[in-house]
């Protein structure tokens, strides 16, 4: 049985300056690169948009970013145009240590569905591969990071517990978008479904 860090989505939209600037998203790197030797795997995860995606604000006329929209796979939040595939925002912190990572994997590639999970895509039906990958190398223990806490962080958390797998989240080294609330949601949707919330 092995441990694992998943680092989600520590690019350069999500930290102050980007696209979707996450306050404070690029304080929690030094946390997040010292906790890499720590662990047996390490997983980078990559928000990889294709341009013109379905939860790009500006492809649903007369919508604001921030607001939600019915999908065919449930509500949705419209986003300003993020981490598009290629783009410098779309690129990891520069200050991320990428090199210790023994996999980086890519989500919300697919046009018509976004993908907060690191596990599925919102649909909640569409794998990632990640789980395979996981268990393949024996790992039980996951510890989850990075950007955003109330929703990448929050989905991939839930999604491993649901999996089966030991999941906890290092608050400190999450930061949260915190949108009417969210940040407070996700704590108690994953404190029951059995995430462990850490500092
Ligand atoms: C994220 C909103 C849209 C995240 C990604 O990484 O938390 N949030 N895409
Ligand atoms: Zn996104």
Redesign the pocket.
Known sequence: MTKALIV??VQND?CPGGA?A?TGGDQIIGRVNALMGEFDTVVLTQ?WHPAGHS?FASQHPGAAPFTQIDMPYGPQ?L?PD??VQGSSGAAFHPDLETGPAHLVIRK?FRPEV?S?SAFFENDHETVTGLAGYLRARGAQELTFV???L????AWSAMDAARLGFEARVLEDACRA?DLEGSLNAARDAMTAAGVKLEH
């Open positions: 989600i989505d999500f979707l996450v928000d939860s939040t986003w993020h981490c919300g976004d907060y990075g950007l955003a109330d929703f990448c962080v978008i």
